[in-house]
């Protein structure tokens, strides 16, 4: 066997000259190695994926013929990473490895960066892996660059590509649709291509999030199963694509959607890709998660150290129909009922065009001089007064026709010549490519925020989707730069807000779930993940969106029955429930409410704030999937053991009683737990009872379980759990 000459991505800070040197190239987190190698023709080939190897194992495995990155014109398999057109009009690219650098990034990180490069042509692929050791998560992204004379088109421009050679393959992906967000649909793959992804442009994640897992030889499972969780870090049209080969073998091509979406690349431009992050277990999904909501609240999420507080929006509430007089009173029970901020919605503003539908006013960002005569500093002060927060709905990236903003800058739309205005929720999107426009967007927030030093808080929404998709601003030859451009400049604006306003919290909404991604989300605190509130269908969309997305930032709200989307009526009690075990908030008319829903909420919401540390920053446990069973369960886990939080529902009645055990997880086996119901429908007689206050050890409930029985549809329970001497 030949001998490499490096093995390990411990080995630091390797000279790019030193590249002659090197042909094994690992990179390591703490359970998982992706292994690389350079063949005797100079090609870097993907080698390894999966659990971590010794550094003998490193050195003995076997060159492949699997290409890191590859080529159109030069590499066998169909779907590219890369396709480009040079200068000179020549289709092909040829890359050759020129060498590898590997940096300590801090603690715990370790950056490698490939060096690939064409043989003729000057012309350069870095790919990037950072290596998050104690989460287990890899970040790969590429940047493409060029030194030819004239200006290259690249038509693919992959951010990774992966490579498995297994029996068989599970995917599961995460769709749906408005109002029922990422629903789990798990299918085997057999050979050809299968594409997750979207080509909507702007609230791209709609139909389609950009996460998937891939079970080798099996179906996925919670517990047990070589699974690779993926998500790609792109708020726009992205694509995973799953090639089975004619040999069996999975190619895993993702990154931003090339379709329409050529670029012409400058000499010395560098044209970065989004990140992929993915994680290797082999003992099932239920890690996959808690690895990717962990990195999260220590990379990925604006603030993920800090407690996210509890609102009460006044969206379902009111809609447009509101006056100074209905927000203060909204307010005050707002803060009664124990809530620390009110949620302005839709409404505020517009006075030529009042925004009193969402067919008008869009893009006039002042307030409503009708509707709110005394300003915002107004209902700012009324909340400040009552002891809470208040926070604000904005639509920023988007106009309604009928605005002062589109008679005076018709041409700042994504739209086209000889075209139809194509509405959507009768609006158009500001085209964020042209840099005058994100200059407007900016100074939206900005004014508002600096006129209201007291806002603590921004629902940032955006309703639409691209069609028409062209460009005022772009030159007619780099009309296909839209989708990219757009993005770009979301980012430069969401950079400035950030710069300039670093106390604000933010809410990521898109018309429900249509933009959560691991690349917004470091601007935002939490996000919207339905504009469906039903309790029944949010425990299926919170399951999926749990599955990538930390609870803390997952923003859930207890309405009204019969609910204004299903129609369908549930018990308060478990609207608490389902919201409680996520980050709690309210979306409906507190003086319509009994007193006794209203003294209910009060003791949830305290109870709420004696569970929250677990629930925000615990860790995620799923018992009983509601895809599998009528009784769905989960729990989180304080990090250091001691308490612990279970969430139970019933989803449909049982004539003799539903008793499947709840058998914990993540608790210490040799500790004592006491167990107590938290949010109790009332202080009688509960099935839970039996078990009130009784004390079991970690070993039993994780063995045997929790039993209890229950009967009704919509029964829930929220057992809190204690470590005691
Ligand atoms: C979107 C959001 C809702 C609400 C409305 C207001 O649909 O998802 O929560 O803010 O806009 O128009």
Same mark, same amino acid.
Request: glycine residues 8%.
């Given at each position: ?61 076997? /060159? ?113 649709? +408005?109002a ?279 629902? +940032? ?71 469906n509130t039903d309790?029944l269908d ?24 019969p609910n204004h989307i299903t129609g369908r009526t ?131 409930? /994780? ?23």
């Open positions: 066997m030949k001998k490499s000459k490096i093995a390990g991505c411990l080995l630091l800070c390797v000279a790019a000259t030193a590249y002659a040197e090197t042909t094994t190239i690992t990179v390591n987190t703490r359970n998982t190695s992706l292994i690389y190698k350079v063949d005797d023709a100079g090609k870097l080939r993907q080698i390894y994926f999966g659990p971590i190897l010794d550094a003998e194992s490193v050195e003995n495995t076997q /060159m492949t013929q699997v290409d890191a990155y590859p080529a159109f014109g030069t590499s066998y398999i169909n779907e590219a990473a890369l396709r480009v057109v040079h200068g000179d009009g020549n289709t092909s690219t040829e890359l050759y490895f020129d060498g590898v650098e590997q940096n300590r990034l801090g603690d715990d990180m370790t950056e490698t960066v490939i060096t690939l490069k064409d043989g003729y042509f000057p012309f350069t692929v870095k790919l990037f892996f950072r290596a998050y050791e104690t989460n287990d998560i890899i970040e790969q992204w590429s940047e493409i660059t060029h030194a030819e004379k004239k200006p290259v088109t690249l038509y693919n421009f992959a951010s990774s590509h992966l490579f498995f050679n297994e029996p068989s393959y599970y995917l599961t992906q995460f769709c749906g649709e +408005w029922m967000e990422m629903n789990m649909v798990e299918t085997q793959l057999s050979r050809g291509v299968k594409n997750i992804e979207s080509k909507l442009g702007v609230r791209s994640d709609q139909h389609a999030h950009p996460c998937f897992y891939l079970s080798l030889g099996g179906k996925a499972q919670e517990r047990a199963g070589r699974v690779i969780g993926g998500t790609l870090a792109w708020p726009g049209s992205y694509r995973l694509s799953f090639e089975v080969d004619h040999r069996e073998n999975l190619h895993i091509v993702s990154g931003i959607n090339p379709y329409a979406s050529h670029y012409i690349l400058a000499p010395k431009e560098v044209f970065k890709t989004p990140a992929l992050l993915y994680t290797y277990s082999d003992s099932g999904v239920g890690v996959i998660s808690r690895r990717f909501h962990r990195w999260a609240q220590k990379y990925g999420i604006y603030r993920g150290d800090k407690t996210r507080t509890t609102l009460l929006n006044n969206w379902e509430a009111t809609y447009f129909d509101f006056n100074e007089e209905v927000l203060s009173g909204i307010i005050k029970d707002a803060a009664d009922m124990g809530f620390e901020l009110f949620l302005l919605d839709d409404g505020w503003f517009g006075n030529k065009y009042p925004r009193n539908s969402d067919n008008a006013g869009l893009g006039d960002w002042d307030c409503n001089k009708k509707k709110l005569p005394h300003g915002l500093g107004y209902l700012v002060e009324e909340a400040k007064k009552n002891g809470i927060k208040f926070g604000i709905w904005l639509e920023p990236e988007m106009v309604n026709p009928k605005s002062e903003l589109y008679e005076k800058h018709p041409d700042w739309v994504i739209g086209q010549p000889h075209r139809q205005l194509d509405l959507s929720r009768n609006q158009l999107i500001l085209d964020l490519s042209n840099p005058k426009v994100q200059d407007f967007v900016f100074g939206v927030i900005d004014k508002i925020l600096s006129e209201n030093p007291d806002i603590a808080y921004i629902k +940032w929404d955006c309703n639409r989707f691209v069609t028409n998709s062209g460009s005022y601003f772009l030159s007619p030859e780099k009309q296909s730069h839209l989708w990219i451009g757009y993005v770009r400049g979301l980012f430069s604006v969401l950079e400035r807000v950030r710069t300039k306003y670093k106390d604000v919290s933010m809410m990521c909404c898109s018309g429900g779930g249509g933009r959560i991604d691991y690349a917004t989300l470091p601007y935002f605190d939490e996000f919207w993940i339905s504009d309790a949010r425990i299926f969309i919170q399951w999926g969106t749990t599955q990538f997305f930390p609870s803390m930032a997952l923003a859930s709200h207890v309405s009204v029955v549930e018990p308060l009690k478990f609207r608490f429930d389902v919201a409680m075990s996520a980050k709690l908030g309210m979306d409906l008319q507190p003086k319509d409410m009994s007193p006794e829903d209203k003294t209910f909420s009060r003791n949830a919401i305290k109870d709420y704030y004696k569970i929250r540390p677990i629930v925000q920053f615990g860790d995620l446990y799923r018992l009983l999937s509601p895809y599998e069973s009528r009784r769905t369960a989960m729990m989180y886990v304080a990090e250091d053991k001691s308490e612990a939080v279970l969430f139970a529902y019933l989803l449909k009645k049982t004539i003799n009683g539903d008793t499947q055990p709840l058998i914990l997880e993540g608790l210490e086996p040799a500790r004592n737990y006491k167990v107590t119901e938290l949010n109790k429908a009332s202080q009688g007689y509960s099935w839970f009872t039996p078990l009130e206050g009784k004390v079991f050890s970690g070993d039993y409930l /994780m063995k045997y379980g929790l039993r209890f029985t229950m009967y009704n549809e919509y029964e829930s329970k929220v057992i809190y759990i204690e470590s005691v001497k």
